[in-house]
């Protein structure tokens, strides 16, 4: 368990102790990582680190909440800004790509949570999809998205899509430092990447046009 501060300054010493864990975890791992190792980074005495956390899991468990929390923000923010359902995926997206260029620690701290911490992970899964399936249930009912498919078979979908893609272009590049395409500063990857991974997105997602439609529309054109 870890206790909530009661004060701003309190907040702000929790704060920093759980950024210095994420550093920790994220570069040592769990196993070498150490509440000594955390309090050092966070440049607090390890009395200060037991008021706001039992033992070194229970901060570690709130390391991957936090990151969760972070993502989820990140990505909602960027898509609500957009008012097409297709638009704001590519712009859901491209904010978890650039999450991820600028917080590793999600893909190392998440690997290791399913070995330390499964509960927590399955919760930071079933939390991001939740969302996910509401949206794309509301867009469905908006018709944004094809109204036969599986919103939430399709949420699991697309979560793994960009999981791997980032995974690929964004952290083996980083951790590898493998020549490439150069990343946008915009979402983290190479532009063609994005484009190319949003194309397979965008046609899966689309509504199928309407046959009336489109034959009513060929017998107005003027020849």
Avoid: C
Avoid at 31 to 42: C, K
Avoid at 55 to 62: N, Q
């Amino acid at each position: 368990m870890s206790a909530r501060p009661t004060t701003a300054r309190g907040t702000r010493t929790r704060a920093t102790i759980l950024a210095a864990a994420t550093d920790v975890f994220a570069k040592h791992g769990y196993h070498d990582a150490s509440v000594a190792r955390i309090t050092e980074r966070a440049g607090v005495g390890q009395g200060t680190f037991y008021l706001y956390f039992d033992t070194k899991l229970s901060v570690f468990e709130e390391v991957v909440r936090d990151l969760n929390s972070r993502v989820r923000r990140a990505m909602f923010t960027a898509s609500s800004e957009e008012d097409d359902r297709l638009a704001a995926e590519r712009a859901g997206f491209a904010a978890f790509f650039r999450f991820t260029a600028e917080n590793p620690a999600l893909y190392r701290i998440m690997r290791q949570a399913e070995f330390v911490a499964s509960d927590v992970l399955h919760i930071h899964y079933e939390t991001i999809a939740r969302g996910y399936t509401s949206g794309l249930r509301a867009a469905q009912a908006s018709g944004e998205v094809a109204a036969d498919l599986d919103p939430e078979a399709v949420a699991w979908a697309l979560m793994g899509v960009g999981e791997l893609v980032g995974m690929r272009w964004v952290m083996r590049e980083r951790d590898a430092d493998e020549p490439g395409p150069p990343r946008s500063p915009e979402h983290g990857l190479p532009e063609k990447i994005l484009d190319s991974v949003m194309a397979v997105v965008e046609r899966g997602l689309r509504p199928p046009e309407d046959p009336a439609s489109t034959s009513t529309d060929s017998q107005g054109e003027t020849p």
